[in-house]
């Protein structure tokens, strides 16, 4: 795997405070629609159960839904960075204002990510 933490808190090139937060993933793509959504979260991967097949980017678009509905985010602010063809991939989660606290934010989310374990 990659040595990356699962989550992790990524500056904007602009002046603005609002970064990034990557998210490392592993989707597993037509699954039943009972298992969808995030099924673990460890320190250097998620993984995400999409009903969708992975073809014509319908499994990304239903990654970016889960996230979406997990982190109460519009879904215009997440987007598949890396691995569009893979199973393994990064989604950037843009619009999260880290306040300064990096850490205190990124286990924000983690405990979002976490409460929405089935």
Do not use: W
């Amino acid at each position: 795997m990659n040595s990356l933490p699962a989550i992790r808190h990524v500056a904007s090139s602009s002046k603005s405070a609002l970064g990034y937060i990557y998210l490392q993933c592993h989707v597993k793509p037509g699954a039943s629609k009972q298992r969808e959504g995030i099924i673990s979260v460890s320190e250097d991967i998620i993984e995400v159960c999409v009903s969708a097949q992975a073809r014509e980017g319908e499994a990304n678009k239903a990654v970016r839904e889960v996230f979406s509905d997990v982190l109460k985010c519009p879904k215009s602010d997440v987007e598949v960075v890396r691995g569009l063809k893979s199973r393994d991939k990064t989604i950037a989660i843009s619009g999260i204002d880290v306040k300064g606290d990096e850490q205190k934010c990124i286990s924000g989310i983690r405990d979002q990510l976490l409460n929405a374990v089935e």
